[in-house]
Nanobody, 127 residues
Framework: RVRLVESGGGSVQAGGSLRLSCAAS????????MAWFRQRPGKEREGVAV???????IYADSVKGRFTISQDNAKNILYLQMNSLKPEDTAMYYC?????????????????????WGQGTQVTVSS
């Protein structure tokens, strides 16, 4: 079993930056795909960024050029650096792991692909 714990959320003004972290613990025997999702009020959970075991990445169009996903494999920590934040980035951000896949896969934005989730961290961006 894998446990994911997010941190780093908070409140910032538009144009500001935040870095989210996701610490993974438990039965981690190999590298696997991980992702950040977010859920805005009244909306479905949506994918933000995915990183594969070979560090290849993909991003949602809405965050390209502003957000960067990365991972520290030695510490089992996933990061999301968020720059130039906008009010529409306000959401609960979730870390997710797909321990059955190590590549980006064909459906990286499908929430059902991920078998472990964190509890979420709130990001609020004011205008």
């Amino acid at each position: 079993r894998v446990r994911l714990v997010e941190s780093g959320g908070g409140s910032v003004q538009a144009g500001g930056s935040l870095r989210l972290s996701c610490a993974a613990s438990g039965h981690i025997y190999s590298r696997f795909s991980m992702a950040w999702f977010r859920q805005r009020p009244g909306k479905e959970r949506e994918g933000v960024a995915v990183i594969a075991s070979d560090d290849s990445t993909i991003y949602a169009d809405s965050v390209k050029g502003r957000f960067t996903i990365s991972q520290d494999n030695a510490k089992n920590i996933l990061y999301l650096q968020m720059n130039s934040l906008k009010p529409e980035d306000t959401a609960m951000y979730y870390c997710a792991a797909d321990t059955l896949r190590n590549g980006l896969g064909s459906t990286p934005w499908d929430v059902n692909e991920y078998n472990y989730w964190g509890q979420g961290t709130q990001v609020t961006v004011s205008s």
